[in-house]
């Protein structure tokens, strides 16, 4: 299976700017439209021991990815995220620049791995 291709370090820093833009659960968007808050998880309680420590997991019932429950969630997060990064200006102009740069060289790195001193290996 082929991974994604690694956005170049500088233009993930460009993102930053627009962390500030978007808009908080309830907010009103620059066009004026509210943005309904993400769906909130239900805390359901897993204990298990491990070694001799009880362990306890609020949220163990959202790794059943068949449940209709869990999936429903998922979705209702993907509305609320693909809401929020919609109302992002400029956001078209930024991903046809992030798939220029991507698409600039005849080559992909697919792992980096960043060691001690600055040093990175790819």
Request: some cysteine; hydrophobic content about 40%; glycine content about 6%.
């Amino acid at each position: 299976m082929r991974r994604s291709p690694l956005i170049p370090v500088a233009l993930g820093c460009a993102l930053l700017p627009f962390l500030g833009l978007l808009a908080h659960p309830g907010s009103r968007a620059r066009d004026g439209r509210a943005i309904a808050a993400p769906p909130v998880a239900a805390v359901r309680p897993v204990s298990e021991e491990y070694f001799g420590s009880k362990v306890t997991d609020p949220y163990r019932w959202l790794e059943n990815l068949q449940d209709p429950e869990v999936q429903k969630w998922f979705k209702g997060q993907d509305e609320y995220t693909r809401a929020v990064l919609e109302r992002i200006p400029g956001r078209a102009a930024l991903l046809e620049r992030i798939a220029e740069v991507n698409h600039s060289a005849p080559y992909r790195v697919f792992d980096v791995e960043r060691l001690a001193g600055e040093k990175y290996f790819y």
